[in-house]
């Protein structure tokens, strides 16, 4: 069974922390991987797009990388502030044949001040 | 550019009843994706479509849910009827290419089955 798991499912940290989300899949024939925040009561915003075929992506404090071979994929968040609270979703992108994207359960992040 | 828009926000029926929900994505985009996101859990495709054809639909329960995207650009997915265990959220999704672009949520639609 195809599944993404993220760990820890919640998590707490003090402002100006440097921290590190988790997420593994189970197969290797993934395509790429999405990362999201989630607001209370709002949709999903993208945040990062990694392809198969890259390791690593960047967009200000926010850093993901991809290793196809451990099936891991971690969102290093740098000097985390209190905006930063919210929940963190990855998406897999796996192609067996055809295509099917996967959601993780989410890392709920809270930024104390 | 403008989001996804979703419509109703909040909804709350009684078992037994239906409901409608509608999505419009955002300007160009040809993939339109339903999601159900049930509480502390990540959203779960019900039904994806390119332009107004069914991409994949294998999770969508077809005796009581259904949808359709006419003239490829909007979209409603109906419930009829509907169970305690439908309470979710329903969440719209787009994308301008399958798989290799970013998808761009909706703020979903409560729906409380009583």
């Known amino acids: 069974k195809q599944e993404v798991t993220q760990i820890p499912a919640a998590l707490s940290v003090p402002e100006g922390e440097n921290l590190v989300l988790n997420c593994s899949f189970t197969?290797?024939?993934?395509?790429?991987l999405q990362w999201f925040r989630q607001d209370p009561g709002k949709g999903l915003t993208s945040l990062l797009l990694?392809?198969?075929?890259?390791r690593e992506q960047t967009s200000g404090r926010l850093n993901a990388s991809l290793d196809k071979s451990s099936g891991r994929s971690t969102l290093y968040i740098a000097a985390s502030q209190p905006g930063d609270s919210a929940t963190y979703l990855c998406?897999?992108?796996?192609?067996?044949?055809?295509?099917?994207?996967?959601f993780g359960a989410g890392t709920r992040l809270f930024v104390k001040a | 550019e403008a989001g996804v828009a979703q419509s109703p926000r909040y909804k709350i029926i009684e078992k037994r009843q239906s409901v409608a929900f509608w999505c419009n994505p955002i300007?160009?985009?040809?993939?339109l994706y339903w999601y159900q996101q049930i509480l502390g859990q990540g959203p779960k495709l019900l039904i994806q479509?390119?332009?107004?054809?069914?991409?994949?639909d294998s999770q969508l329960p077809k005796d009581r849910f259904s949808a359709e995207r006419l003239k490829g650009v909007d979209s409603t997915l109906k419930i009829q009827p509907a169970k305690l265990e439908d309470s979710a959220v329903y969440l719209c999704?787009?994308?301008?290419?399958?798989?290799?672009?970013?998808?761009?949520f909706g703020n979903g639609t409560r729906l409380t089955v009583t």
């Open positions: 999704a787009s994308s301008s290419l399958q798989y290799n672009s970013p998808l761009h």
């Open positions: 197969d290797s024939a993934i395509y790429n």
């Open positions: 990694i392809q198969s075929s890259q």
């Open positions: 998406a897999a992108n796996l192609y067996t044949g055809g295509f099917k994207t996967i």
């Open positions: 300007s160009g985009h040809a993939t």
């Open positions: 479509f390119q332009n107004n054809g069914v991409v994949d």
